[in-house]
């Protein structure tokens, strides 16, 4: 026995993006296809299959008791890697060995039935994670306590605020207990707070000599929590090594700005059967740029395309710094009631409000009551802020470092002069 | 450290699958809990929010009963094998009302659950099978009200009834089958959606819940049995009315097709498998 916990070799995924269009095809195109195809007539194949490389020779292993990261931009295999080694999808070559129970949490709350209670839905989540039902049954006080749910526990979760349904979700997940544990963005929801919470319990679960495979946008956690981090680029490992330089190499990469983001095909694209993201966009002075210049309005602009008539779609953007502070967020929430069809919106970052350096978009698609997230997708846009010699800058003459997160500019009042107060008689 | 042989020891190894039928049957025993969870939540589901509850489970086939028994026991007078014609029309919707509801739910059970394809690893085979199974509670109910009815008619099952659960194993077989075809092929097309409520009409029609068998002209039942309802309904009917010859030649070969359909939707199903978490 080695003490290796997983080892991956080679592994490569490759998608047929022309395969998944014909989902969205009829039976009767397909019946055609074969007729014509029967007859000898027709195109021979689909000469037009593009092939996706999701991941491209892949390899790298994981020590017992090792918590490693994997970091890389959207889009660059971290999903699809995850998946893999879940089991929720085979890889196209390579091979990948696991030694140990896994438990993968590719997402808190999965399989949460609306209409069950939360005692019912901590059964059934349970069990969909893969734990038995002795122990679920054993375990079952412990997680009402985490999640702080103890009067609600006979309320259907559809009538739980969403902190609470979080809460529930993350804390059968924590419940979890594997020899290697397979961990995606769920450390991306809740509130600040509640993220601390989820970190400090995976912190946890690596004291306990887990294993521990986790990706994530945010940096401070991964170099604070991994001993080694892989960093995958278009579905390449770029580098393998010490977290805290790798995420120092990862923040300071020229090529991790993204002033645009699309998706030519409506089934690739982010997003459920509600509502899918197409495209995202950073423009400043009517084109499109990756370098925002802090002392004029920046607009950003979502295309979506809505796939059923849908009721109150939000629409929001949440801004996050280079060590993944979230500056902002902020959604349009005007009642509203869509058709079928492609939109286009945008909204208006005011001048004078964001601070230099590298700024992280989160594009979010969601519906309130019942709170249902169809698309929250991190680094969407990435550019890089900065200052100008514009009268209006707030650093005005002063050149080098300018301190603070955000870079507001106030009003100061005129200085006027205050009345002396007559000196006292007596001194 | 080298190995000899790459993989030993290891709990789980991922790569591309190459054989064309495995079913890991082991893998689904360790997953029973998950199974038995997801009945628990069909069937919860089902009667929490309904103000009749479990009733409706009584309410589909007596409504479908009265109505068979006017317009086909009064207005047609079909013959019913001697059976009282509510009796005669119960015994087949029992097992029916099962099947259709089966394979309308197993149908549409992948894509429902697809956020759980997309973001857990359990063997798929699990949502259609637990959607074959989350119709018994209801099958179960029905029986008990036929046992009703048949004291009301003052019928006595005869040891004939005992062979009842062979039959009702052939028609969660045949559901089965039909369900794992038709959940595989929804994932790819979603046509299939639409196909399935015309389907169940066509095939009830098809099988013989209405009308006896006997009215099919005997040289063409074996042929008509191929439809392997056929076989289930008259095994149904044979072990309530607990006289009169079975069709075995029918029965077998309902229960050949079933059992071929049931291997084949496996073997569709775990090739179709692979790419359900890609496309669904």
Known sequence: ?427 | MLSTNPGAGATIVIQPTRDLFHLDLHEIWQHRDLLYFLVWRDVKVRYKQTAIGAAWALLNPLVTMAIFTVVFGHFAKLPSDGMPYPIFVFAALLPWNYYSQAITRSGASLVGDANLIRKVYFPRVIIPLSATITPLVDFAIAFGLLLGMMIWFGMSPTWAVLTLPLFAAMTVIIALGVGLWLSALNVRYRDVGHIIPFLTQVWLYATPVAYSLNLVPSQFRLLYSLNPMVGVVEGFRWTIRGSGDLEVGAVVVSAAVSVLVLVGGLAFFKHMEETFADVV
């Open chain 1, 1 to 427: 026995m080695s003490d290796i916990a997983i080892r991956v070799e080679n592994l490569s995924k490759q998608y047929e993006i022309g395969a998944a269009r014909h989902r969205e095809d009829i039976l009767r195109d397909q019946l055609v296809h074969g007729f014509k195809k029967l007859c000898g007539r027709g195109p021979k194949a689909q000469a037009t299959k593009e092939i996706f490389h999701a991941l491209t020779d892949v390899s790298f292993e994981v020590r017992q008791g090792e918590v490693i990261g994997i970091i890389g931009r959207n889009g660059a295999g971290k999903s699809t890697l995850l998946k893999i080694l879940s089991r929720i999808t085979k890889p196209t070559q390579g091979r990948a060995e696991i030694y140990g129970r896994v438990g993968s949490l590719l997402e808190v709350g999965t399989g949460f039935h609306q209409e069950l209670t939360g005692g019912e839905n901590i059964f059934l989540n349970g069990a969909i994670l893969g734990m038995k039902k002795n122990e679920i049954r054993r375990k079952f006080d412990e997680i009402v306590a985490f999640a702080e749910v103890e009067q609600f526990i006979n309320t259907p979760v559809k009538h739980y605020s969403s902190g609470m349904y979080v809460r529930l979700a993350f804390a059968v997940a924590a419940h979890l207990e594997p020899e290697i544990l397979i961990v995606d963005e769920v450390l991306a929801v809740g509130d600040v707070g509640f993220q601390k919470k989820c970190i400090g319990k995976m912190g946890d679960v690596a004291k306990n000599g887990r294993t521990v495979l986790f990706v994530s946008h945010n940096m401070a956690a991964v170099s604070q929590l991994c001993e080694h981090a892989v960093w995958l680029e278009h579905g390449q490992v770029k580098e393998i090594g010490n977290a805290a330089e790798l995420v120092k190499d990862y923040l300071s990469d020229e090529n991790s700005q993204k002033a645009a983001c699309m998706w030519p095909h409506v089934e690739q694209a982010p997003g459920d059967d509600r509502v899918r993201l197409m495209a995202g966009r950073i423009v400043q002075d009517g084109r499109v740029t990756s370098v925002v210049d802090i002392n004029e309005p920046a607009r950003i602009e979502i295309e979506f395309e809505v796939l059923r008539p849908v009721r109150n779609l939000v629409c929001g953007i949440d801004l996050f710094n280079s060590m993944e502070l979230c500056l902002f967020s902020n959604c349009d929430w005007r009642p509203n009631f869509l058709t079928p069809g492609r939109y286009r919106k945008h909204v208006d970052v005011p001048p004078q409000l964001l601070a230099e350096g590298r700024v992280s978009v989160m594009l979010q698609l969601f519906f309130y009551s019942p709170t249902i997230s169809s698309v929250a997708l991190r680094d969407a846009l990435i550019f890089d802020a900065t200052d100008s010699d514009h009268p209006l800058s707030v650093r005005g003459p002063q050149k080098g470092a300018w301190p603070g997160v955000v870079r507001v500019r106030l009003e100061w009042g005129e200085a006027s002069p205050v009345q002396k107060r007559r000196p006292s008689a007596v001194t």
